[in-house]
């Protein structure tokens, strides 16, 4: 099992540009998440899906959307990046029920000049 | 809001040195809290706690939970450099989708 894969693994953008960030998953899971992760901060939630077909804002949704057409797949776009957006971005899903693990992809280093 | 807090926020030990890792959280409807491990890539899981004063273990790992005080510890023995990461805890609330509320992580730096 791949487990949660991401691709890109690092992106450089011009600011105004768009771009989307796909992740995959294999294990069949219900509910998946996207974070950024900033020096200092954490990791802070953008969007999450419970399920195929649904989708709904996170922590810090601004400047970005997702789309979960497939139970496996979860892509989060930038419509028009912004310096600000400069970030590393983690996938991560997770069963569901009473346990609360969520398994991580390996990290999109994304750069917006 | 619900928020998670680490202390320290770095730390820097020689190997065989034991460290303590602390974790306080005010999350509503709290369900359990999580600890991961961060090298260079994605936070590996470690440890779920979700009753109070029951510790768990793996290997050099133990980790503890107080719901009255509201914290937790990880606690790692005869470290190695191996250890040297991030140390992320997580608190995990009683919402429809599982929400983490995340600290900000420790810094752990093992020197040989």
């Known amino acids: 099992n791949a487990g949660v894969t991401q691709t890109p693994k690092f992106r450089v953008l011009k600011t105004g540009q768009s771009m989307t960030l796909l992740c995959a998953q294999d294990m069949n899971h219900e509910y998946m998440y996207w974070y950024r992760q900033d020096p200092g901060m954490g990791l802070r939630l953008i969007h999450y899906?419970?399920?195929?077909?649904?989708?709904a804002k996170g922590e810090v949704p601004d400047g970005y959307n997702v789309s979960r057409l497939k139970k496996q797949n979860f892509l989060l776009g930038l419509e028009s990046a912004a310096p600000s957006q400069t970030s590393v971005y983690f996938c991560?899903?997770?069963?569901?029920?009473?346990?609360?693990?969520?398994?991580f992809g390996p990290g999109t280093r994304l750069t917006v000049t | 809001e619900d928020k998670v807090v680490q202390s320290p926020l770095s730390l820097v030990v020689h190997e065989g040195d034991t460290v303590t890792l602390n974790c306080s959280y005010e999350?509503?409807?709290?369900?359990?809290l999580l600890w991961y491990k961060q090298e260079k890539k994605a936070p590996t899981f470690l440890f779920m706690l979700t009753s109070s004063g029951i510790e768990k273990k793996s290997g050099r790992l133990s980790s503890i939970l107080d719901k009255k005080e509201l914290f937790s510890i990880l606690n790692i023995t005869a470290t190695q450099t191996g250890d040297s990461a991030v140390y992320l805890c997580a608190g995990a609330g009683g919402t429809s989708y599982g929400k983490l509320t995340f600290g900000q992580g420790t810094i752990l730096t093992v020197h040989p």
């Open positions: 899906s419970v399920g195929e077909g649904t989708t």
């Open positions: 999350v509503t409807n709290f369900r359990s």
């Open positions: 991560a899903s997770r069963q569901g029920g009473s346990s609360y693990e969520q398994y």
